[in-house]
T-cell receptor
Framework: EAQVTQNPRYLITVTGKKLTVTCSQN?????MSWYRQDPGLGLRQIYY???????DKGDVPEGYKVSRKEKRNFPLILESPSPNQTSLYFC???FGTGVEAFFGQGTRLTVV | EDKVVQSPLSLVVHEGDTVTLNCSYE??????LLWYKQEKKAPTFLFML????IEKKSGRLSSILDKKELFSILNITATQTGDSAVYLC???????????FGQGTRLTINP
């Protein structure tokens, strides 16, 4: 089954404790992105990747890092999480630009 | 700045009603307009529109794009309680790995 898999689904952590949210897709897509979803603001892009070792900032990259060492994986790293990063996070992949993106199940992150 | 605006933000109707959700966009290097349905968590794809005036249909759902007036509508006929969800509209940008999302319309269908 074609899918994007994120882990964990739920995470509560404390300010400053480094964490990683994993994302993996099995569709051989070149393009992958991370979004955060906040009430009233919709989904906003954090980082994206157009291929292995090629990543770039989206609209809200501050406080986040990503890496793309393999085509299927695109982890999101929060080196020092803060409460304003409490949000619902989605990983997405697509075969091209400006086309349908497939989303993971989401990760609900709470930073206290 | 690229922008997508949806209206209404919230809509409550009775089962069997027909609803129209609106999406206007200002997106540079516009390539496509996409509709997603978000129930519990992950947005699921409904339609991608690239040409003006050509209606796309899937069962009771249909959508159309007007590239001159920069808007799209999503119609749902004979609504069912299972249609209750947040409907997201997004603009796709040519050559950019990014979708610009609107705020979403929360649709509630009462039995």
């Amino acid at each position: 089954e074609a899918q994007v898999t994120q882990n964990p689904r739920y995470l509560i952590t404390v300010t400053g404790k480094k964490l990683t949210v994993t994302c993996s897709q099995n569709m051989n897509h070149e393009y992958m992105s991370w979004y955060r979803q906040d009430p009233g603001l919709g989904l906003r892009q954090i980082y994206y990747s157009m291929n292995v070792e090629v990543t770039d900032k989206g609209d809200v990259p501050e406080g986040y890092k990503v890496s793309r060492k393999e085509k299927r994986n695109f982890p999101l790293i929060l080196e020092s999480p803060s409460p304003n990063q409490t949000s619902l996070y989605f990983c997405a992949s697509s075969f091209g630009t400006g086309v349908e993106a497939f989303f993971g199940q989401g990760t609900r992150l709470t930073v206290v | 700045e690229d922008k997508v605006v949806q209206s209404p933000l919230s809509l409550v109707v009775h089962e069997g009603d027909t609803v129209t959700l609106n999406c206007s966009y200002e997106v540079t290097n516009f390539r496509s307009l996409l509709w997603y349905k978000q129930e519990k968590k992950a947005p699921t794809f409904l339609f991608m529109l690239t040409s003006s005036g050509i209606e796309k249909k899937s069962g009771r759902l249909s959508s159309i794009l007007d590239k001159k007036e920069l808007f799209s509508i999503l119609n749902i006929t004979a609504t069912q309680t299972g249609d209750s969800a947040v409907y997201l509209c997004a603009g796709g940008i040519q050559g950019a790995q990014k979708l610009v999302f609107g705020q979403g319309t929360r649709l509630t269908i009462n039995p």
